[in-house]
T-cell receptor, first 112, second 113 residues
Framework: DSGVTQTPKHLITATGQRVTLRCSPR?????VYWYQQSLDQGLQFLIH???????AKGNILERFSAQQFPDLHSELNLSSLELGDSALYFC???????????FGPGTRLLVL | GENVEQHPSTLSVQEGDSAVIKCTYS??????FPWYKQELGKRPQLIID?????GEKKDQRIAVTLNKTAKHFSLHITETQPEDSAVYFC????????????FGKGTKLSVIP
């Protein structure tokens, strides 16, 4: 157990819908990262937040957005969902040794 | 951005043999080099990492070696066991203040009992 939690574990929804994925970092970690894992794209970095502020963006679609709240948990919002958005979404957190990222169990999203 | 290539994509070894996976990267400013293990449907789990001021690091049966000049680093697993079967990813951290990991495409390791 990495100490990073994610909810829900599974999510099934329809095209065009909007979902919210939630992540709680390890105690004391200020950084939260979101990654998408799909069969064709592999593991891709989406976005990084540090203590509530966006720090870096990767291959994140405009339909996707994220935020980090004062209690340091983070949410990833996916809207206007398409079939191709079906993937595993992981969040990771880092703290003292800032490079070392610990991953949560992931949310498996299926868009039908 | 960082280009990462990982070889081989699949690797089968007999139990007890050694396994080596190689990762090459493009960003000369990269300064942190982790390896993750992922079992089917589970989270990537950090197994070993190395920083750019060190050439080799060992943790029991697992070791990582780094060649910054050639821009590659390798994962070595000795005395492989069936529970080592998983997908392994290298994920060098881009330099210059970034904390973005760029993952390789993964190596599926199968350890045959």
């Amino acid at each position: 157990d990495s100490g990073v939690t994610q909810t829900p574990k599974h999510l099934i929804t329809a095209t065009g819908q909007r979902v919210t994925l939630r992540c709680s970092p390890r105690s004391g970690d200020l950084s939260v990262y979101w990654y998408q894992q799909s069969l064709d794209q592999g593991l891709q970095f989406l976005i990084h937040y540090y203590n509530g502020e966006e720090r870096a963006k990767g291959n994140i679609l405009e339909r996707f957005s994220a935020q980090q709240f004062p209690d340091l948990h983070s949410e990833l919002n996916l809207s206007s969902l398409e079939l191709g958005d079906s993937a595993l979404y992981f969040c990771a957190s880092s703290g003292g040794t800032r490079e070392t990222q610990y991953f949560g169990p992931g949310t498996r999203l299926l868009v039908l | 951005g960082e280009n990462v290539e990982q070889h081989p994509s699949t690797l089968s070894v007999q139990e007890g043999d050694s396994a080596v996976i190689k990762c090459t990267y493009s960003d000369s400013a990269s300064n942190y080099f982790p390896w993750y293990k992922q079992e089917l449907g589970k989270r990537p789990q950090l197994i070993i990492d190395i920083r750019s001021n060190v050439g080799e690091k060992k943790d029991q049966r697992i070791a990582v070696t780094l060649n910054k000049t050639a821009k590659h680093f390798s994962l070595h697993i000795t005395e492989t066991q069936p529970e080592d079967s998983a997908v392994y990813f290298c994920a060098p951290l881009s330099g210059a203040g970034s904390y973005q990991l760029t993952f390789g495409k993964g190596t599926k390791l199968s350890v045959i009992p």
